[in-house]
């Protein structure tokens, strides 16, 4: 399945892709309110089963997209985690020998096809396409070989970074990661019974049609079953959580000069399986 988070006339619900259409999902099993409530209550089978009954209940132009996963627990977010990334720092340094991580806020992520908000405070608003994991079900010390277990599916962010305020203070970026909707989440998330999360995935990202990243997880310094172990070492991993793998080399802080993102620019992030995220930037008013 396809499963997204949407609005509709200021009312928010939850529902699957088919015939180009969206089932509303929320309004079909007002017993479970959002795709984090299914996916706690195991409850993907129940689901697939109404998408396969009912027809579809809206256009997608009909509808507005939320966040894919509106309310997680957890947003963790990955730093420099493929090689060539890694090597595009030009720093000397070695390959790492554990991932970075930081977090991020709800509010920092809006849906596809929303705005994405540059802030006045910066000229340096970035971006970073990324695969993300969704948790599907609960778990501390995981190993590598049950990893797979725990993921419901793939959706993709946008985790736009504004430059400047990444470098604010010596051990952390949480600063230049969390502007309020700074980044996107979206359009989608692709269950893990049609998209193999462990295979080969490529992500692609465009700047008003220019490609500026294209990579793949074969060249991910930690693949995704060591980053569920390792994370999983000290978080209690949650259903709904969500995990944001790294970004590939070619963002544009690493062009000379940098190339940031101004109001009119359109972002699409691609990862062919699960689909396209697309969002606009716009101007954020003080």
Same mark, same amino acid.
């Given at each position: 399945?396809?499963?997204?988070?949407?609005?509709?006339?200021?009312?928010?619900?939850? *529902?699957?892709?088919?015939?180009?259409?969206?089932?509303?999902?929320?309004?079909?099993? @007002?017993?479970? @309110?959002?795709?984090?409530?299914?996916?706690?209550?195991?409850?993907? +089978?129940?689901?697939?089963?109404?998408?396969?009954?009912?027809?579809?209940?809206?256009?997608?132009?009909?509808? =507005?997209?939320?966040?894919?996963?509106? !309310?997680?627990?957890?947003?963790?977010?990955?730093?420099?985690?493929? #090689?060539?990334?890694?090597?595009?720092?030009?720093? *000397?340094?070695? #390959?790492?020998?554990?991932?970075?991580?930081?977090?991020?806020?709800?509010?920092?992520?809006?849906?596809?096809?929303?705005?994405?908000?540059? @802030?006045?405070?910066?000229?340096?608003?970035?971006?970073?396409?990324?695969?993300?994991?969704?948790?599907?079900?609960? *778990?501390?010390?995981?190993?590598?070989?049950?990893?797979?277990?725990?993921?419901? *599916?793939?959706?993709?962010?946008?985790?736009?970074?504004?430059?400047?305020?990444?470098?604010?203070?010596?051990? !952390?970026?949480?600063? +230049?990661?969390?502007? =309020?909707? /700074?980044?996107?989440?979206? @359009?989608?998330?692709?269950?893990?019974?049609?998209? !193999?999360?462990?295979?080969?995935?490529?992500?692609?990202?465009?700047?008003?049609? =220019?490609?500026?990243?294209?990579?793949?997880?074969?060249?991910?310094?930690?693949?995704?079953?060591?980053?569920? /172990?390792?994370?999983?070492?000290?978080?209690?991993?949650?259903?709904?959580?969500?995990?944001?793998? +790294?970004?590939?080399?070619?963002?544009?802080?690493?062009?000379?000069?940098?190339?940031?993102?101004?109001?009119?620019?359109?972002?699409?992030?691609?990862?062919?399986?699960?689909?396209?995220?697309?969002?606009?930037?716009? /101007?954020?008013?003080?």
């Amino acid at each position: 399945m396809k499963l997204l988070s949407f609005s509709r006339h200021g009312r928010r619900s939850y *529902g699957a892709i088919k015939d180009e259409g969206v089932v509303d999902l929320g309004r079909h099993h @007002p017993d479970i @309110p959002d795709i984090r409530e299914a996916l706690r209550r195991e409850a993907l +089978g129940r689901l697939a089963e109404s998408v396969e009954k009912h027809a579809s209940d809206y256009a997608i132009g009909d509808i =507005e997209y939320e966040p894919t996963i509106p !309310n997680p627990e957890k947003i963790i977010c990955i730093g420099v985690n493929y #090689a060539d990334r890694n090597a595009e720092y030009k720093d *000397g340094s070695q #390959a790492p020998t554990y991932p970075s991580v930081f977090m991020r806020t709800r509010e920092s992520l809006v849906g596809h096809n929303r705005s994405i908000k540059d @802030p006045p405070e910066s000229d340096q608003l970035d971006y970073e396409g990324e695969i993300v994991i969704v948790v599907g079900k609960e *778990g501390r010390r995981i190993s590598e070989a049950e990893s797979h277990q725990y993921v419901a *599916g793939l959706t993709i962010m946008n985790e736009g970074s504004i430059r400047d305020y990444l470098r604010h203070a010596k051990f !952390n970026v949480t600063q +230049g990661k969390n502007f =309020e909707a /700074s980044g996107s989440l979206g @359009p989608w998330m692709v269950t893990s019974d049609e998209l !193999n999360p462990m295979s080969e995935l490529q992500v692609i990202t465009r700047v008003n049609g =220019e490609e500026r990243q294209n990579d793949v997880t074969s060249n991910l310094m930690f693949p995704f079953r060591y980053l569920l /172990s390792y994370l999983s070492t000290f978080y209690r991993l949650k259903p709904g959580d969500i995990i944001a793998t +790294g970004t590939p080399n070619g963002a544009g802080a690493r062009f000379d000069p940098p190339k940031y993102l101004r109001e009119g620019d359109q972002v699409d992030v691609e990862v062919p399986g699960i689909g396209v995220l697309q969002n606009r930037i716009e /101007s954020e008013s003080t």
